[in-house]
């Protein structure tokens, strides 16, 4: 099976479907002639024409909105954002129109449309560059929220958001865009809303999506030096949440951890750890914990920027506390 | 404004029919608003109900020079008239004021949000200004499949500070995109007088930053705004580029029901009154002997009946299920 980047399978994804359905175009800044800001967009210009890989002014809620109004009219476009960071410029499109046509319209409108970039932090880019936005997005109804930590699914789940009759956020990682993986060269999919058991074991159920997924599977092996049989679930999807998946394990383990690295303050991992407090009460050995970003800024320093974010020694210190070691 | 026409002046520029449609609209709008205005007062109608009477002329003078099988309306908060205007069925609407099941949005939208996907009407949308982005992705549509359709982009005075317009005027141009944005100024932005607020006070020269053509046109006279329109539309349709129009107008009502309206006076609003759009098309009729005092209250007596009949069906309407709560959350 052919290894390649994060990058190449998210390239991929957008080719196959570009090539599959003339609808799908791609808009944002820097996604043509520039080839993309991270180059996932490479060659799709050269391929497709202007009429298909639009260059946008630096106007994210103009061309953000103008997305969703073709994707009201029948087309289905991908709208880059060069990171979520600047999709807070847009966020009334999102909220008040690509969440909300469809009810509001008594079901008349559909709103086929994938807004991807990357998310939360990467390095050295200060406090307002390096957001995890997750939360802001899984808040609101209306919305799918996906967001891979792997080459395999990012292609498999992007194709599938491009092809779903709702607006879905795809949240990506500048750090991962190098990561490789294997890909197959033939077509699939992978549905959005359905997690992942990336590593099976019986002691703690350790919870996560995205970057992340990568140091939970560290401090898994770490663990697993120490005797600690550690589960470890990518949930892939925020919305819809694969709850069951997530349930299952913890009443297996009878012990939970989730990381996310957003702010904890009302985060998608405070509300998957009240989601399990709740549903899993009685299984439960211990309080759940959860790992999140520390509740400050990103500082620009090194050692105090990931000081600030979840690391592999903060997730395996949250396992021995549920494990009360 | 409102300069008096000859019959065979008129005649020349419009069809009968035509005449007869914008005077037969324009009533209903107001009648219809008059009667939601009403039933709010009854507490039948809740929340905000921006009315829109006194700007009749700006909805039916442009939305009946459209094709709506390949044309496209989209506009604001205030859409009431727009929803008529673009042939939605009166019952439908009042539903939708009243919460209704039988509400165009099943009762979920309320009136800020009027739709109709099959009259290519995209709302009805709360807050000011975020239509119109929107709009541009419907004309980028519209280019994108060659079509010959043009949107036609409704805001008020209010809207065109916000960062979605300029953004937008700047899309729309680079693209190309068949789109006329049509700023209907009624003088107010909720309670402020729009020259409170604006650099400028001739939004038609709004559109010169971005290479746009901008024209006012008096908003208070059917027969002017349709033949403007008229001319852009064709225009936009055959040269694919975006235009931009300044409506004058006013809006005799508060912002919304809830407003008294206290900054501005008695004798302003008099003044406007005179220029009703309604008094002034039925005077350029009646002077060019299109219209007879009998007829116009044949019209007026057949919209009064048809927004007491949407009432009535409102008031009989079922409330939507407990279950609609969570349907057309997401699209299957």
Not at chain 1, 217 to 239: C, F, H, P, T
Not at chain 2, 171 to 190: D, Q, R, S, T
Not at chain 2, 239 to 262: C, I, V, W
Request: glycine share 8%; with cysteine; proline share 4%.
């Amino acid at each position: 099976m052919p290894v390649i980047t994060f990058r190449e399978a998210l390239r991929q994804a957008m080719d196959e479907e570009m090539e599959r359905d003339e609808d799908v175009l791609l808009l944002g800044e820097e996604v043509g002639q520039y080839n993309g800001a991270y180059k996932v967009s490479q060659g799709l210009l050269d391929k497709y024409g202007e009429l298909r890989v639009i260059d946008t002014p630096i106007t994210e809620e103009g061309f953000t909105g103008l997305g969703i109004g073709a994707a009201l009219a029948g087309l289905r476009p991908i709208v880059e954002w060069m990171t979520l960071n600047f999709s807070l410029m847009a966020i009334d499109q999102i909220y008040s129109n690509a969440s909300k046509t469809r009810y509001m319209s008594g079901g008349q409108f559909t709103c086929p449309i994938v807004f991807r970039g990357p998310n939360g932090p990467a390095e050295f880019l200060g406090a307002q560059h390096s957001q995890a936005l997750q939360s802001i997005y899984a808040h609101v109804p209306g919305l799918k929220v996906v967001s891979p930590s792997t080459p395999y699914d990012g292609k498999g789940l992007l194709k599938s958001a491009i092809r779903d009759e709702n607006p879905v956020i795809f949240m990506e990682s500048e750090l991962a865009y190098g990561w490789k993986g294997e890909v197959p060269t033939e077509e699939y999919l992978v549905p959005i809303g359905v997690a992942e058991i990336k590593r099976e074991g019986g002691d703690v159920t350790l919870i996560g999506f995205s970057k992340p997924v990568k140091m939970m599977l560290e401090a898994a092996e770490e663990l697993e030096k120490e005797g600690i049989n550690v589960e470890v679930i990518d949930l892939r999807s925020i919305r819809p949440l694969d709850e069951e998946t997530i349930y299952a394990s913890v009443r297996k383990t009878n012990r939970c951890v989730v990381v996310d690295e957003a702010w904890p303050f009302a985060s998608v991992g405070t509300h998957v750890g009240w989601l399990v407090s709740k549903n899993c009460f009685d299984d439960l050995d211990a309080p759940v914990e959860v790992v999140n970003s520390e509740d400050v800024p990103m500082p620009y320093n090194h050692s105090l920027e990931l000081a600030a974010q979840p690391s592999v020694d903060k997730i395996a210190a949250a396992v021995k506390r549920v494990l009360y070691l | 404004m409102g300069k008096v026409q000859t019959k065979s002046e008129i005649g020349k520029e419009f069809d009968k029919d035509l005449v007869n449609r914008f005077l037969r609209e324009m009533i209903l709008i107001r009648r219809f608003e008059e009667k939601a205005g009403q039933m709010y007062g009854l507490r039948k109608i809740g929340g905000f109900c921006h009315l829109y009477i006194g700007q009749e002329a700006v909805a039916v003078g442009s939305i009946l020079a459209l094709d709506l099988k390949k044309d496209y309306v989209i506009t604001g908060y205030r859409d009431h008239a727009h929803a008529l205007a673009c042939g939605m069925d009166p019952n439908a609407v009042m539903a939708e004021l009243y919460g209704k099941s039988t509400g165009v949005s099943k009762g979920k939208g309320g009136s800020m949000h009027m739709y109709d996907a099959e009259r290519h009407m995209l709302g009805g949308n709360g807050i000011v200004g975020s239509q119109i982005p929107i709009a541009a992705g419907v004309a980028m549509k519209i280019r994108y499949r060659k079509e010959d359709g043009v949107v036609l982009c409704y805001f008020g005075d209010g809207a065109i500070h916000q960062g979605a317009f300029h953004e937008t005027m700047n899309l729309a141009k680079i693209y190309n995109l068949p789109i006329i944005f049509v700023c209907e100024n009624n003088h107010y932005g909720m309670g402020t007088d729009y020259k409170r607020v604006s650099a400028v006070y001739d939004f038609s020269v709004m559109g010169a930053a971005y290479d746009i053509p901008g024209k006012q046109v008096d908003g208070m006279d059917v027969m002017t705004v349709y033949k403007e329109m008229s001319g852009a539309i064709e225009d936009v349709r055959r040269n694919s580029h975006p235009l931009f129009f300044e409506m004058k107008t006013y809006r005799y009502r508060g912002h919304s029901m809830s407003d008294p309206a206290q900054y501005r006076t008695k004798e302003e609003l008099e003044q406007y009154r005179e220029q009703d759009p309604i008094l002034i098309l039925k005077k350029q009729l009646v002077d060019g002997k299109l219209l007879t005092e009998e007829q116009y209250k044949k019209i007026d007596d057949e919209m009064k009946q048809l927004s007491n009949k949407a009432a009535a069906f409102a008031d009989e309407s079922e409330e939507p299920s407990p279950d609609a709560l969570y349907e057309d959350v997401l699209a299957e």
